[in-house]
């Protein structure tokens, strides 16, 4: 009687702690990302999305290391530009369901614009 119900409940704790990243195999820059956050695998600690400027696409996934910053392991997120036989990129590391998402850039930043204009106007007059 027992057992069923340690079962139930060691699933549900997984299932509320475990990490969802964007999880995106091949993107084209040019596309506005919509993946939705998916549940990561046991042993996920990080988010990590891997850009390529040079082709134009990126990568999102899962990662079961901690960030890295310049070789030195357990670092804070962050995002480090690259560049190699040609081809220059980025790679982002971060912690936090969703945390690899697309910025929501389009509403805010018109809004954000708007008031701003709208405030040097009022300076001017």
Known sequence: MLRPIFI????????????????????NLSVPDTSQRQECGIGSLTCVKVVDFTRGT???????????????QNAAANCQNS??????????CCYGDGCNSSPKTGIVS?????????????IMT
């Open 8 to 27: 139930t409940l060691a699933i549900a704790v997984y299932t509320a702690f475990a990490l969802q990243c964007h999880v995106v195999p091949a993107g």
């Open 58 to 72: 990126y990568t999102k996934q899962c990662q079961t290391m901690n960030c890295t910053l310049n070789g030195m």
């Open 83 to 92: 560049s190699a036989f040609g081809v220059n990129g980025a790679t982002c």
């Open 110 to 122: 018109a809004v954000g614009i708007t008031l701003g204009f709208i405030s040097l106007m009022k």
